[in-house]
Antibody, heavy 120, light 110 residues
C-alpha cells in the first residue's frame, strides 16, 4: 500500500524558513517523480514543485521560484521542500504527491497534507 | 503559469450526466496529452479520476470519462450519484517541468 506522510509544518513568522519532509513507503521510491501541491484555506489546488526520479529535473511554480528548493533522498525514501523567505500567502495545506511516471505524467497518490501557517 | 479555467459550480440530479470543462492554452492543455482530473471531498486529499486526457485508473468507476478538443478538456460523469458530490480539479502539464491546475468546480447533486 502506497503511503506518503508529510511532516515539518507549523506556525512560522514571515521571512523565516521551514523544511517539509515526506516519508514514502509501499512502492519503489526511486522509480517515480514526486511533487508538492498546496491548498490555501478554502481555496483550490496549486502545484508547487516537482522532481524527477533521479533529481535531474526539477520544476517550480512562479510563485515560489527562488524561495523554495525541492530535493529527494532515494536512499531514505524521502522528499523535501525547503521553504525560505516565507510570506503570508504561502499559508496552506501542503500535500506530497507521487507521480505515475519516472519523468512526470500525473499525480496518482497523495499524502494527507501538512499545514503551514505564516503569520506574525 | 496561468490557472486553467473551470466553471465554479455545476449541478445535476441523480442519474443524470454532467460535464465539467477545463480551458487552457496551446502551451498547456493543447500541447500535451497530460490532462488529469481529481476529485476532492471536504477535508480529504484529492483522488485521481482521469489521467493522460482519457485514461481511467483501476478502481475508478466507468461512470467517469475524460475527453479533449484543442485547448479544452472535459470530465463527464454519467449516472450521477450522491457520493459524486465533491470538488473537481483539472490539471495539465505546462512544459519545462511545470504543471498548472484549474480553479476547481463544485459539483452539487440535487
Amino acid at each position: 500500500e502506497v503511503q506518503l506522510v508529510e511532516s515539518g509544518g507549523g506556525l512560522v513568522q514571515p521571512g523565516r524558513s521551514l523544511r517539509l519532509s515526506c516519508a514514502a513507503s509501499g512502492f519503489t521510491f526511486d522509480d517515480y517523480a514526486m511533487h508538492w501541491v498546496r491548498q490555501a484555506p478554502g481555496k483550490g489546488l496549486e502545484w508547487v514543485s516537482g522532481i524527477s526520479w533521479n533529481g535531474g529535473s526539477i520544476g517550480y511554480a512562479d510563485s515560489v521560484k527562488g524561495r523554495f528548493t525541492m530535493s529527494r533522498d532515494n536512499a531514505k525514501n524521502s522528499l523535501y521542500l525547503q521553504m525560505n523567505s516565507l510570506r503570508a500567502e504561502d499559508t496552506a495545506l501542503y500535500y506530497c504527491a507521487k507521480d505515475r511516471c519516472g519523468g512526470s505524467c500525473t499525480f496518482d497518490y497523495w499524502g494527507q497534507g501538512i499545514l503551514v501557517t505564516v503569520s506574525s | 503559469q496561468s490557472a486553467l479555467t473551470q466553471p465554479a459550480s455545476v449541478s445535476g440530479s441523480p442519474g443524470q450526466s454532467i460535464t465539467i470543462s477545463c480551458t487552457g492554452t496551446s502551451s498547456d492543455v493543447g500541447s500535451y496529452s497530460l490532462v488529469s482530473w481529481y476529485q476532492q471531498h471536504p477535508g480529504k486529499a484529492p483522488k485521481l479520476m482521469i489521467y493522460e486526457d482519457t485514461e481511467r485508473p483501476s478502481g475508478v468507476s466507468n461512470r467517469f470519462s475524460g475527453s479533449k478538443s484543442g485547448n479544452t478538456a472535459s470530465l463527464t460523469i454519467s449516472g450521477l450519484q450522491a457520493e459524486d458530490e465533491a470538488d473537481y480539479y483539472c490539471c495539465s502539464y505546462a512544459g519545462s517541468s511545470t504543471w498548472v491546475f484549474g480553479g476547481g468546480t463544485k459539483l452539487t447533486v440535487l
